[in-house]
């Protein structure tokens, strides 16, 4: 069984592009946090009406909730997961451990890439929420402006992908990694990739980690 997969990075840096990879080729489940959240609030649930402006500023949700909803979206039960935008923080790493991973065989991969980079990658994502796929329309354009390829659905561009948004998401960004970067390189679990290169080759790269595990 592959091990569990916490990928860990900047907003942009390619973790969605790499798990949607990792899920059509090498059969792992995906739980990413951003996605549960946004589908709340799609929903119009309790929990989405609490969150959205949080959402649309670029701030953290609280601790609690975020587990909570991690929780009951995903059963190890013998599947490998690509844990997506969480952990964010020391205490989330910890809670992804004691409560979620319990002891279950896991690689932390950091998307190591220059910060200044992204701005431009994540200004110009547009995704496919139905089959997945993300695009960007400077380097990966769908063939048809504002349709996904594969499922012709409509593209979105998420309310959040704005310049002044993100610049507060890479801040808390920053003032969050270290401690959970020190944390898994102190339990020995710790890989790094450099996520400024291409998406083929950081895949290319994932891969071989998860051969060597
Ligand atoms: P994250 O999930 O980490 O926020 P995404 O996977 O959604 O990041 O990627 C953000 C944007 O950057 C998307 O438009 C995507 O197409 C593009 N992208 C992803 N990986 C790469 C890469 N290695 N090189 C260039 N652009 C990339
Ligand atoms: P993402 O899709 O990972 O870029 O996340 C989008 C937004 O969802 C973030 O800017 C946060 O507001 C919220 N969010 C996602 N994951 C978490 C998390 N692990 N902890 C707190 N907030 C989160």
Avoid: W
Wanted: charge should be negative.
């Amino acid at each position: 069984m592959n091990p569990q997969l916490i990928l860990i990075g900047a907003p942009g840096s390619g973790k969605g592009t790499q798990a949607k990879n990792l899920i059509d080729n090498m059969g792992y489940k995906h739980v990413s946090t951003g996605d549960l959240l946004r589908s709340e609030i799609a929903k119009e649930s309790e929990l989405g009406l609490k969150v959205k402006s949080i959402l649309a500023d670029g701030n953290l949700v609280d601790n609690d909730t975020v587990l909570e909803l991690l929780n009951a979206n995903c059963e190890l039960d013998g599947f490998s997961y690509i844990f997506d935008g969480y952990p964010r923080n020391l205490e989330q790493a910890e809670a992804l451990d004691s409560h979620v991973l319990k002891g279950a065989n896991s690689i932390a991969v950091y998307f190591d890439i220059d910060l200044e980079i992204l701005i431009e990658r994540i200004v110009n994502r547009r995704t496919a929420p139905k089959s997945g796929e993300i695009y960007n329309l400077v380097t990966r354009p769908p063939k048809v402006e504002g349709k996904c390829d594969v499922s012709g659905e409509d593209l979105v561009h998420r309310k959040d992908d704005n310049e002044d948004t993100v610049r507060n998401r890479m801040n808390i960004f920053k003032d969050n990694v270290d401690p959970v970067l020190a944390y898994y390189e102190s339990l020995g679990r710790l890989k790094r990739v450099d996520a400024k290169a291409s998406a083929p080759e950081v895949y290319e790269l994932i891969e071989k980690i998860i051969d060597i595990k």
